[in-house]
C-alpha cells in the first residue's frame, strides 16, 4: 500500500512575518505532524519541541527543534529528525542566520539498528559524518 504525503517540515526563515529564506533537508513526512516529547526523538536536546508523523507500521519521522545561544547576540537553530523503521537513521542541523540566508553551519548522520538497541542496553554506535561550516562563516 502507497501513501503519498506531499510535505517535509521546513525552517524558515522570517523577516517582518514574510519568508526570506526556506530550508527542507529532512525526510518526507508520513502523514499530519503531531506534537510529541522530545524524548521520544532519540538524540534531540531534552528542551526542545517535538513533533511525529507517522504512518501504519510503514513510515515514523520524528523532528525536534530548540534555539540555542552560540554567543551572547547570536542565537541558531538546532535541529534532530529521527527517522525509519528497521534501521533508525538520527540526523542533526544547526541552523544560522547569515546575511539574511539561513546557513547550515553543521550537520550529522547516525544510523543505529532498532533491533539491536532495543535488546542490547548498550548499543555499538557508529561514527556519525559531520559537515561542519564554522570556520567558514568566521572567515565570511
Not at 526556506?22 to 526523538?41: I, M, R
Not at 541558531?76 to 546575511?99: I, K, M, N, S
Request: aromatic share 8%; proline share 6%.
Amino acid at each position: 500500500m502507497y501513501h503519498e504525503v506531499p510535505w517535509r517540515f521546513h525552517v524558515r526563515l522570517l523577516d517582518d512575518g514574510r519568508v526570506v529564506d526556506d530550508q527542507s533537508p529532512f525526510s518526507a513526512a508520513c502523514d499530519n505532524a503531531e506534537p510529541t516529547e522530545a524524548a521520544y526523538v532519540n538524540g534531540a536536546d531534552p528542551e526542545a519541541q517535538a513533533w511525529r508523523t507517522t504512518y501504519l507500521d510503514k513510515c515514523e519521522v520524528s523532528l525536534a527543534a530548540r534555539s540555542v545561544e552560540l554567543s551572547p547576540g547570536v542565537s541558531a537553530l538546532l535541529v534532530t529528525q529521527q527517522t525509519g523503521q528497521e534501521d533508525v537513521y538520527q540526523l542533526h542541523w544547526l541552523f544560522l542566520e547569515h546575511r539574511g540566508k539561513l546557513e547550515t553551519l553543521w550537520s550529522s548522520t547516525a544510523l543505529r539498528s532498532r533491533e539491536r538497541s532495543e535488546n542490547d542496553a548498550s548499543p555499538r554506535r557508529p561514527k556519525p559524518s559531520v559537515r561542519d561550516k564554522s570556520r567558514h562563516l568566521q572567515d565570511a
